[in-house]
């Protein structure tokens, strides 16, 4: 059958630039917020997180910040390398009745170029 | 192994033929989720474990998908009279609990291909 084609947003960048992800969120209720990084045949892979109560937080090479008016998270990654290149994913967790229910976006592709 | 282990990494199957997934989570983990991840796409919930408590099956998308966990160990993913729509990537995650703030640890994902 006919394979079905990538529809992921892509983000192509040069080594060294900084790198913005962004993310729109479907539930103002979430409380918590996760970036993930997929590399290709792999499963994703925790980078960075941040709880509603805060509007930005830092890791290294990395920063997210969240702007729950418009509900809306975004990732940047300083001085890009070629190991970023990845689908990066965010989801929203939310807590209603003692267990996380995590809501994935749908990605976007990170290509960077040395 | 220190991560999230699944098993086979690789599986093709002929439709209309049952398969199981195997899913080894982090030590210690109580938490247990499946998810399936179609070609460029995100992340699909199908089910979530927590210890003893009755399975969260809210995801799975047609009675030929069950799962199965005992106790805080090891789960099984088993897919019954498989269709083609059912070719994806089947990834299993745990965390230490099931509060807000315990990320999910993710395997590499077991990648489903039925003829």
């Known amino acids: 059958g006919e394979s079905v084609g990538l529809h992921l947003p892509t983000l192509s960048v040069q080594e060294g630039d900084n790198s913005i992800i962004n993310c729109a969120y479907s539930?103002?209720?979430?409380?918590?917020f996760i970036w993930y990084k997929q590399e290709s045949g792999k499963g994703p892979q925790f980078i960075i997180d941040?709880?509603?109560?805060?509007d930005k937080r830092q890791g290294q090479r990395v920063t997210v910040l969240l702007n729950k008016t418009v509900k809306h998270l975004s990732l940047q990654i300083a001085a890009t390398q070629p190991g970023d290149s990845a689908v990066y994913f965010c989801a929203e967790i939310f807590f209603p009745s003692g267990y996380s229910t995590l809501t994935f976006g749908k990605g976007t592709m990170l290509l960077v170029s040395p | 192994g220190a991560g999230v282990s699944q098993s086979p990494s690789n599986k093709v199957t002929e439709k209309g033929k049952d398969v199981e997934l195997r899913c080894d989570p982090i030590s210690g983990h109580t938490a247990l989720y499946w998810y399936r991840q179609r070609l460029g796409q995100g992340l699909e919930f199908l089910i979530y474990?927590?210890?003893?408590?009755?399975?969260?099956k809210s995801g799975l998308p047609s009675d030929r998908f069950s799962a199965e966990r005992t106790g805080e160990s090891v789960s099984t993913l088993t897919i019954q009279r498989t269709q083609q729509e059912d070719s994806a990537v089947y990834l299993c995650?745990?965390?230490?609990?099931?509060?807000?703030?315990?990320?999910?640890?993710f395997g590499d994902g077991t990648r489903l291909s039925i003829l």
């Open positions: 539930n103002s209720a979430s409380d918590y």
């Open positions: 474990f927590q210890g003893n408590s009755a399975p969260d």
């Open positions: 941040i709880r509603s109560n805060m």
């Open positions: 995650a745990s965390s230490l609990a099931s509060g807000s703030n315990q990320p999910q640890h």
